[in-house]
């Protein structure tokens, strides 16, 4: 069975790659897909994020990497995938990730939401988080794998004024 995980993965965080990790032992194949409907300002092109998924995925064998455009629905449908991945952390995330679940299921009936909850060292972990510290200098070698600290860490010394 074909599962996909679509998300932003502004940058993938090792709380990212611990759900495609373990969605990987429950699927036969795993298609990380990067949204490329307009986000609230990007710190990497959707290509670089695909790279960087690419990278860090590279060790999982049914692992694989796309964009898409439009509604995610059609996307699954595209691909015949039946299940769409999302992670769960806390209270906040499961009232936004419910209503997106349900809106899918009015979208088409064949595509079911899986929600994995996240482990429990990953349950503060954002993209923007990491961000918001990397931007102060702080270290993020502990939140995201050793190549996406170097991407970030490059982006914000190269913005820095
Ligand atoms: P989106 O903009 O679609 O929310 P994200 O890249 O922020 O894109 O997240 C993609 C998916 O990964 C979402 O389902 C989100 O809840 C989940 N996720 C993000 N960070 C974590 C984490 N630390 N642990 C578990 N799931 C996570």
């Known amino acids: ?12 965080t090792l709380g990212h790659l611990d759900i495609i990790t373990r969605s990987s032992k429950l699927y036969d194949k795993v298609v990380v897909v990067v949204s490329r409907n307009p986000t609230k300002n990007p710190l990497f092109t959707v290509d670089e994020r695909m790279a960087q998924i ?3 995925t590279q060790h999982l064998e049914n692992v694989e990497v796309d964009s898409f455009n439009g509604l995610t629905v059609n996307y699954a449908k ?3 995938a039946k299940v769409l991945l999302r992670g769960l952390r806390v209270l906040s995330d499961f009232e936004k990730e419910l209503q997106m679940a349900h809106t899918n299921k009015t979208l088409s009936d064949e595509i079911e939401t899986v929600f994995l909850a996240t482990s429990t060292e990953y349950g503060f972990l954002s993209s923007s988080l990491v961000k918001e510290i990397a931007k102060f200098g702080g270290p993020i070698d502990h939140l995201v794998p050793e190549h996406i600290a170097l991407d970030v860490e490059r982006c914000y010394g190269q913005n820095l004024v």
């Open 1 to 12: 069975m074909v599962a996909i995980y679509p998300g932003s993965f502004d940058p993938i």
């Open 54 to 56: 690419r990278k860090t």
């Open 78 to 80: 595209k691909l015949r």
